[in-house]
């Protein structure tokens, strides 16, 4: 095992992964920017590395701060957390290449998933269905025309190298073609650099799927269950659940066989995610994050599996000690991703926290980086704190997700507890009746 990580990131995740380190008696080292200098990733790891200014690309996204931070500390490994360079396969390539271990799959795999459209073909080409649209690229606004056509209005014209919900544009018909796939690849240019878009049919009524995999780079993939993450704004998940209150036993199974054989053939090593989309009893995938996700605490509630522990060991060499029929269902849990965010008009909310109190009790957990008198900075991810519960049955989980936001105190700045007070009193969504469109009704609703 390995003797020291360097963590490269920043928030809750630099924590989490901190965290799991710890209790296998490895070592950390913290890195970080000069705004995050009294951030508690940097409080609590063994070492740490100041790396750049505030703007993320001079720091969390510099690459040789990064890897002379691991240099000069003799880390062993890098574990890249979600977001930054979590899915950059030249980073991961770099990263092997002086020497160290990257937490994480092979180059070849993080470049092939991060071009969806790659990765919509090597899915199709292992048997996993797609949403219906485009082969590949669109060469053409006239192309996008005929494909449309054939698929049917509405379709969603979207970025091969999106992400975040950026480059993604629904035309409803004909007449709105052309403006969509014009603002797609500009916002796709614009954030990516790259603006090749495909098209697919825009489902009316999903729900997002998806299945936590785990693979050792031997041939052995097991999954971990699926979450349902369809309560999103603006393509953004803000509560996730697992499992999903809409899929059986039997469809998670069908799935899981699915979506393991398929890993299998590709050879895929470390944690991954395959995202579906979920309507009418049929599953289409949509794309694959090559990483650890924000929502995966759920999972681990429901299998007692430390997904970050598994990373090391496979980062490591070892081999997965188990079988997928070891891995045993209990329960359900649930997420809400709490942000520094105004609940009803979403405005950013950085600024000093005066009071931070996390709620307790049984079956609760707070991934948060929070700490009273610690003021969040205004240049990430306005991601505050995950708060995550686990209830025997679904309606305990609701029961229990209500009394823990009722204790949780952040004062100084708005956040969006509000918000999620209001989501878990709500009939259809303890019914588990909602889609992927359900949260944006909702929020508008509510103003
Ligand atoms: P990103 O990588 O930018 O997050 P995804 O492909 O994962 O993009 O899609 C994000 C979300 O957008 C999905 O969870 C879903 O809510 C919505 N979405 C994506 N594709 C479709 C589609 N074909 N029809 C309807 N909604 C879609």
Known sequence: MFGKVLIANRGEIALRVHRACQEMGIRTVAVHSTADASAMHVRLADESVCIGPPAARESYLNVAAILSAATITGADAIHPGYGFLSENADFAEMVEAHGFAFIGPTPAHIRMMGDKIAAKTAMRGLGVPLVPGSDGALASLEEARAVAAAVQYPVLIKAAAGG???????????????????????????????????????????????????????????????????????????????????????????????????????????????????????FAFIEMNTRLQVEHPVTEMITGIDLVKEQLRVAAGEPLGYGQEAIRFHGHAIECRITAENSETFAPSPGRVTTFHPPGGMGVRVDSALYSGYSVPPHYDSLVAKLVVHGVTRAEAIARMRRALSEMVVDGIDTTLDLHKRIVEDPEFQAGDYTIHWLERFVARGR
């Open 164 to 282: 975040g919900g950026r480059g993604m544009k629904v035309a409803r018909s004909e007449e709105e073609l052309e403006e969509a796939w014009r603002v797609a690849r500009t916002e796709a240019r614009a954030a990516f650099g790259d603006d090749s878009v495909y098209l697919e049919k825009y489902l009316d009524r999903p729900r997002h799927i998806e299945l936590q995999v785990l693979a050792d780079g031997y041939g052995k993939v097991v999954h971990l269950g699926e979450r349902d993450c369809s309560l999103q704004r603006r393509h953004q998940k803000l509560v996730e659940e697992a499992g999903s209150p809409a899929l059986s036993p039997i469809e998670r199974d069908r799935l899981g066989a699915l979506v393991t054989g398929a890993l299998g053939r590709l050879g895929y090593r470390n944690a991954g995610t395959l995202e579906f989309l979920w309507q009418d009893g049929q």
